[in-house]
């Protein structure tokens, strides 16, 4: 969630100086069944969620994947760089 709490921030400031895309797609570019995300929700929430399942509707895709590389290539950051810059600033991290 930091992840994406500091990639919204990144978008305003991107924004407030103009060189911000309309939309950005902020996600890991991997994908997650709907099944995966409503047990994360409850999870992270605590409550139940109840859930219906059924089959794929005529027309539903398989998957859904973002892909964040326009967010990377905009705003200059990623996962793996938040993550880097996090282990140089922490004790013994270089």
Known sequence: MI?????????????????????YNLGTG????????????R???GRAIRAVEATRRAGDPAALVVAPSPAKGDLGR?????RS????RSPGGG
Do not use: Y
């Open 78 to 82: 990623s996962r793996s760089s938040q």
């Open 85 to 88: 810059a996090r282990s140089s």
């Open 30 to 41: 991997h994908g997650h069944t709907a099944r995966e995300v409503v047990e994360a929700c």
């Open 43 to 45: 999870k992270a929430s």
């Open 3 to 23: 992840d994406l709490a500091r990639a919204h921030v990144l978008a305003l400031r991107a924004l407030e100086e103009g060189r911000a895309a309309p939309a």
